[in-house]
């Protein structure tokens, strides 16, 4: 409980402007309503009592005495007064539930800024199922499992202690005696129930993350699950998890109901301990009558707030978990978009003339040999340069820490002197990458090529740059046409097509650098040559940056790095290369390009310089 005020407090700079104030309002409405609701309930029960008995009704604490004549009058302004309750009960739920889905609105968006936003590290360290649920889940589990609970308990304290001040008042005896009866049941109960809710709540969260992460690898991998029948134990590793989470979840179910039921055990209990006690005391069968029915009155509505209480407890204990990671997140993320604001953002003086990377060295958080290291090289705008060299030897570590996706922790990027840091947005502006995988999204080839949910798109440039990809001939080809669709992932497509469809939408913001990784390696010889035409024309234009296994593609630039454990061995143009490192020879010749090169033996190694 205390954790649940604690996470609320934590919550709340979060929340829309002027939250708070809704809450109190709320909270003062809601008690309101319900001290309503009781007044009219224990009037109810005092005025049946007396009609009962054929006496005059006469309403405790305020004291109004009302004869037989009156009865009918008394039982329809009591029951007009719960109609009235029940009706603005509802109207409050009613905007209640629509203001609170704001709050969660603005939690959800925090939170997804904050995952899309955060440092490319800590995204690394995360995989997507994770960050999908915790987005999705996670917030609704803010509102459903923090906020909207903690609301209902003042009302439900306060409809608790008006009942118990009115049978203080009326009946003092039955008060004490059911006051104490079901307060030591209600301990009870949350004694035994909070940990376990908290606990189950804790296995679940687990559970079912772990199983949601099996379905998206396995789901990523079904090709090869089929092909290798792997069905039964996939199925079964999958089931494992959900055991355990479905199991957690039945068990904070039945957590949930075991307050209800005990309570009417208790209930029935009462009313013998009560009665009995009653007759004991007083001797007559009239008053141990009426302490039954007052215990009953009271207990009905005792009852459910105590209820209510314990499912309050239960509902935010089985959340725990799940709101703790969110607001972890949301503050942790805090740091970083209040420095994404400022960060970055000075504009570069002109358009840039030249990347200087100065003793750049970068290390994995989770590895202890730097993936490179030392990397010192000046690449002039312009030019065309690649970076080639064995599988793991750092080349795509050094295309992110261009990027400014990963930030070396030691050496220094300079953009014509400025640092890459304070200008990063708009050096990003200027670049247009192709990754190794394209992320298509499920939409038209238009809106994949622009980059654009709901955006405006340039259809005439669109058009441009696909010819310039080679990748026109294909768009026309299909019903649609440039708003085909070309499903999740870019499933209807060829693995050729989506690098095509890639470099399309690199071309489309105009960039000043080019960045591919790989961005040719899935293509047929034949198109290959076309796209690598297609680039090679750009060249001039635009400052080509190339990761490529396939030397063809690369050949004619105008520097390659040739890489190696994470540093620069040497660098040149092609035939340089060779000349200076006997591994990349060995590379070429097997790609059949060494006997064609001249050995020159005059490599410069500018990546050492
Ligand atoms: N997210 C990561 N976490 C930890 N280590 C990583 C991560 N990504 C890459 N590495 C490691 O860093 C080193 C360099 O990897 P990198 O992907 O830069 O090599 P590469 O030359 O681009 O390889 P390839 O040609 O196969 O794509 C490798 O040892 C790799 O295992």
Redesign the pocket.
């Known amino acids: 409980m205390k954790d649940g005020y604690k996470n609320l407090m934590r919550a709340m700079p979060f929340l829309p402007d002027g939250a708070s104030r809704y809450m109190v309002v709320y909270i003062i409405v809601a008690s309101l309503l319900s001290i309503m609701d009781i007044a009219a309930l224990m009037a109810l029960a005092f005025s049946m009592t007396s009609i009962l008995s054929s006496q005059d009704i006469v309403i405790p604490v305020v004291g109004w005495r009302f004869g037989q004549n009156q009865y009918v009058w008394v039982i329809l302004a009591i029951s007009a007064v719960i109609l009235l309750k029940a009706v603005l009960s509802l109207v409050q739920q009613w905007f209640a539930t629509r203001r609170f889905a704001d709050f969660e609105m603005d939690l959800g968006r925090t939170l997804f800024d904050a995952y899309l936003g955060a440092p490319w590290v800590d995204r690394?360290g995360r995989s997507t199922s994770e960050l999908v649920r915790m987005a999705d889940v996670g917030v609704a589990a803010i509102n459903a499992g923090l906020i909207l609970p903690l609301m209902g308990l003042p009302a439900m304290l306060i409809s608790s202690l008006t009942v118990i001040a009115i049978l203080l008042v009326a009946q003092p005896v039955t008060a004490i005696v059911t006051l104490f009866y079901l307060g030591l049941i209600a301990m009870l109960i949350y004694w035994l129930l909070s940990r376990r809710t908290l606990e189950a709540g804790r296995v679940n969260r687990r559970y079912s993350f772990k199983a949601a992460g099996l379905m998206t690898d396995m789901v990523g991998a079904l090709k090869e699950v089929t092909l290798r029948d792997k069905f039964t134990e996939v199925s079964s590793v999958v089931q494992d998890a959900r055991f355990h989470a479905t199991r957690a979840r039945a068990n904070i179910q039945f957590l949930g109901s075991v307050p209800k039921f005990v309570m009417d055990f208790a209930l029935i209990g009462g009313l013998i301990i009560i009665g009995a006690a009653s007759f004991l005391i007083s001797g007559t069968m009239d008053a141990a009558i009426n302490a039954v029915v007052l215990f009953t009155v009271s207990a009905i509505r005792l009852i459910p707030a105590l209820t209510g209480f314990q499912g309050t407890v239960n509902v935010l204990n089985s959340n725990a978990s799940q709101v703790r990671a969110i607001l972890r997140d949301i503050e942790e993320a805090q740091t970083y978009i209040e420095r994404r604001k400022v960060a970055g953002r000075q504009p570069l003086a002109h358009d840039p003339r030249e990347l200087v990377l100065d003793n750049v060295s970068f290390t994995?958080p989770?590895?202890v040999d730097p993936?490179?290291r030392d990397i010192s090289m000046t690449i002039r705008m312009g030019t065309s340069v690649a970076f080639v060299?064995?599988?793991?030897?750092?080349?795509?570590?050094?295309v992110d820490v261009i990027l400014g996706l990963l930030e070396p922790q030691q050496g220094t990027i300079r953009i014509d002197g400025q640092d890459l840091d304070d200008v990063l947005a708009n050096w990003r502006s200027l670049i247009g990458y192709v990754p190794?995988d394209v992320s298509l999204f499920d939409g038209t080839i238009e809106q994949n090529v622009a980059l654009t949910w709901k955006g405006e798109i340039d259809r005439e440039k669109v058009i441009e740059c696909l010819k310039k990809a080679q990748m026109w001939e294909t768009t026309l080809e299909r019903p649609g046409g440039l708003q085909a669709t070309i499903g999740e992932r870019g499933i209807g497509l060829s693995g050729g097509q989506r690098q095509r469809l890639g470099i399309a939408r690199a071309l489309y913001a105009d960039p000043l650098i080019l960045i591919l990784d790989?961005a040719t390696s899935a293509l047929d010889s034949e198109t290959e040559a076309e796209v690598s035409k297609a680039i090679h024309n750009l060249r001039g234009e635009v400052t080509m940056i190339s990761?490529a296994?396939r030397l063809s593609t690369v050949k004619d630039s105008d520097v390659l790095f040739f890489?190696k454990d994470?540093r620069v061995v040497t660098s040149g143009t092609f035939s340089e290369v060779i000349a200076a490192a006997p591994d990349f020879a060995r590379q070429a010749a097997l790609s059949g390009l060494g006997s064609n090169v001249e050995v020159s033996g005059s490599a410069s190694s500018e990546g050492e310089r």
């Open positions: 690394l994995y989770n590895r993936a490179i060299g064995e599988s793991g030897s750092g080349k795509s570590t050094l190794q790989e990761i296994h890489m994470g």
